[in-house]
């Protein structure tokens, strides 16, 4: 490589965002000695991302720099400390527009001559450069330079200058802008080496949604698409989105993962293999949640480590849940094992609960139960999207052997039910919970209408909770009507009972 070429390579080198998972959707960073373009409308956190950005290179022994024409210094100082951010040993210098200043000799007694405005400003912004001798800059913000050049040439011709001079000064520039004037306004879009844009959406019910997308960078490869993020104390954090095919460090299968009773290993064809995902389905009140927490406590028992993410129930009602059909939780939950998570989809995006999940797998994670799939629904803002989402994350599941189990409500109790959406196809295992009719009881019944991988029983068990746990009948060959949502026993095999002592769930 000649000198010319390693001159090349070190510069526009990747320099921090201050946030680790920023700095992965931008493959390392911003450009080094380079503008670019945070965008965003009042209030999407544009101020608060660039203070994190700047902390960060103070931290490395850089000299940082901010110049704000759009806030004073002081609304500066208590924003970083509401956020439990420190900008000591960061110059802050404020340069405030002629025009906008209360010195009755700024103002222009007969014509306003936007022309001397701009030009001051712009050469205050130049000076405060010069006099810090900064490496990593931020400006804040551009509207004002907007409103003062009065006409898109002037404006760009402005920015144009001053992305030469900061090259010049060997200088990594943020530049803020609010889209005050067109959210489609793509001036700056070609003057700027990268470009973020911060979005805030607004919902018909629940907490707004935060989500960033990277427009461009140039000469370098970056993670497309919108990520959800949140504001919150200590800054932004962003949850890049799920890509399945980015981890490339897969865990090996090891072996079947019994569920602890060998009636539904029977039925399911040895247990549930690892790194696979199976989908239990079936009306309310059939059991699901208990089957599905029954599916791995074996492995709880073992020690390895179990997330269970509930839409529905609190952590509360799970321990009362677990207790009234004889799986004792709370030594599980004590000693980290079991991980429960009670996830509210009015206050959280299927980006922040992907990013939780991931996490947690890379933490050793070996069994997901996402309880149920109606609660995720609503996390997301366009439901249309809930199965690309799901093909994602199962298959980074599956690539990481991960056991997952995942819950599916179907619609009313009785008569015809049917699912929200259909998730069989990307599930490995499908087990079918239904009611029905015996004796004038209506009793539960469990049964594999799919197994990718290996050989399952076609018949239908009887699945019985009681206060001793969860049992499994033998096969019961005397059904009619296995097709419909409400089958009917009349066969002579004897139907399951609540064991001595135990009382019936």
Not at 145 to 161: E, I, K, M, S, T
Request: proline content about 4%; some cysteine; hydrophobic content about 40%.
């Amino acid at each position: 490589m000649t000198a010319s070429d390693a001159d090349l390579a070190a510069d526009a080198s990747p320099v921090t965002t201050g946030l680790d998972s920023l700095d992965y959707i931008l493959s390392g960073g911003y450009a080094a000695n380079r503008c670019h373009l945070i965008e965003g409308q009042p209030g999407s956190g544009k101020t608060t991302l660039a203070m994190q950005f700047l902390i960060a290179g103070q931290a490395r022994g850089e000299k940082c720099l901010f110049i704000t024409i759009s806030e004073s210094p002081f609304e500066l100082l208590h924003v970083a400390r509401s956020h439990g951010l420190s900008l000591d040993g960061i110059d802050i210098v404020e340069c405030v527009p002629p025009e906008l200043s209360l010195d009755p000799e700024s103002y222009q007694s007969i014509v306003h001559a936007s022309e001397l405005e701009l030009g001051e400003t712009v050469r205050g912004v130049m000076a405060a450069v010069v006099a810090s001798r900064p490496t990593l800059v931020v400006l804040d913000s551009l509207s004002e330079v907007r409103l003062l050049a009065q006409g898109a040439l002037r404006y760009r011709r402005q920015v144009l200058a001053l992305k030469h001079f900061f090259f010049q000064q060997n200088c990594t520039v943020l530049l803020l802008d609010d889209l005050t004037v067109r959210e489609d306004d793509l001036t700056l879009h070609s003057i700027a080496h990268g470009v973020v844009r911060l979005e805030q959406l607004a919902m018909d019910y629940g907490a707004e949604r935060r989500r960033l997308r990277v427009f461009k960078m140039r000469g370098r490869a970056f993670h497309g698409g919108f990520h959800d993020f949140v504001i919150a104390h200590g800054g932004l954090n962003v949850f890049p989105r799920l890509i399945a095919s980015d981890d490339v460090a897969a865990r090996p299968a090891r072996r079947p993962a019994s569920t602890g009773i060998a009636a539904l290993d029977s039925l399911t064809g040895g247990g549930l293999d690892e790194g696979t995902t199976t989908l239990i389905q079936g009306p309310s009140g059939t059991g699901k949640s208990t089957l599905a927490l029954q599916c791995v406590r074996e492995r709880l028992e073992r020690g390895e480590t179990v997330l269970f993410v509930s839409f529905e129930e609190t952590v509360t009602t799970f321990r009362r849940r677990a207790a009234s059909v004889g799986i004792g939780v709370e030594a599980y939950l004590a000693s980290g094992v079991l991980r429960f998570v009670h996830v509210d989809p009015a206050e959280t995006s299927a980006g922040q609960i992907s990013d939780m999940v991931r996490n947690s797998v890379r933490d050793d994670v070996t069994s997901v139960i996402l309880d149920s799939l109606s609660g995720y629904q609503h996390a997301l803002r366009d439901e249309h999207y809930l199965l690309l989402h799901m093909h994602e994350l199962l298959t980074f599941l599956n690539q990481q052997a991960v056991v997952t189990i995942v819950v599916l409500a179907q619609a009313g109790v009785v008569g015809t039910l049917a699912p929200p959406f259909d998730m069989t196809y990307l599930a490995d295992t499908v087990l079918l919970l239904r009611f029905f009719e015996a004796g004038g009881e209506m009793r539960r019944a469990v049964s594999v209408i799919k197994k990718r991988i290996g050989s399952h029983e076609r018949m239908m068990r009887e699945l019985f909770l009681d206060s001793q746990g969860v049992q499994v009948g033998p096969a019961l060959p005397g059904f009619q009507n296995i097709m419909s949502s409400r089958p009917i026993y009349t066969g002579s095999t004897p139907l399951l009972q609540a064991r001595d002592g135990a009382a019936s769930a």
